[in-house]
């Protein structure tokens, strides 16, 4: 995320025709019925693409989908894969900003409920990061460490946050970015489908 408010966009030139076009005019000779090639090339000799689908270990996966959330996996060589809650977070203009992951932790801890929060690189981390529900009182939580793919924050939530997330309708994340240290970006976190999901993910990794 190397744009605090804009995703990145990429494009492909093509600079160059098929050589069998560059060395005619000619239109190919229509055949009366369009087919679809089983070696995915085209009638024009252009290849068309694959999809690529990576299932080896470590590779992620989407589970399913509960609400505005989904339980993404990642594979494991014992088959035991470890699955979270994940949701994108855009802004008002629906440019993807942050994204969080939820996951529950075993019984017993301070913490019912862990969660990694990623935010762009230009994020002033002094300020921290702050999450309230259905407008109550906000927490703070600090970053721990920023990567090539932005800053992260490794929050825990207690079992009243959890019960509130279950409970409530919508989270507000507030980030502020450096380059404006007087400004707050305002990310909605949906809690539509919490519930559901958080169960979900606490079954399949065994909590």
């Known amino acids: 995320m190397s744009d605090f408010l804009k995703t990145l966009g990429f494009a492909l030139l093509l600079g160059c025709a098929p050589m069998a076009m560059a060395q005619t005019n000619e ?31 470590g590779s992620t996966y989407i589970a399913s989908e509960h609400g505005d959330w989904e339980m993404r996996c990642v594979r494991a060589a014992d088959g035991n ?3 979270q ?4 977070l855009a802004d008002e203009q629906g440019n ?7 996951f529950g932790l075993p019984a017993g801890q301070q913490a019912a409920a862990g969660a990694t929060v990623i935010t762009p690189l230009e994020t ?10 259905d407008g109550g009182a906000a927490k703070r939580y ?24 279950k ?21 909605k976190v949906s809690l539509n489908g919490f519930t559901a999901g958080f169960d979900a993910v606490n079954t399949a990794n065994g909590n």
């Open 124 to 133: 002033l981390l002094t300020a921290q990061l702050t999450l309230a529900v």
């Open 142 to 165: 600090p970053y721990t460490f920023c990567a090539a793919t932005g800053c992260f924050a490794r929050i825990g939530f207690t079992g009243a946050d959890v019960a509130a997330f």
């Open 85 to 88: 809650l994940y949701q994108l």
């Open 81 to 83: 894969d470890p699955c």
């Open 27 to 57: 239109a190919p000779a229509p055949t009366g019925t369009e087919q679809t090639p089983a070696d995915g090339v085209g009638s024009d000799g252009l290849a068309l693409g694959e999809e690529v689908v990576e299932e080896g270990v």
């Open 167 to 187: 409970a409530g309708a919508a989270a507000t994340m507030t980030l502020v970015p450096a380059a404006a240290p007087d400004e707050k970006v305002l990310l």
């Open 96 to 102: 993807a900003v942050a994204e969080i992951s939820v």
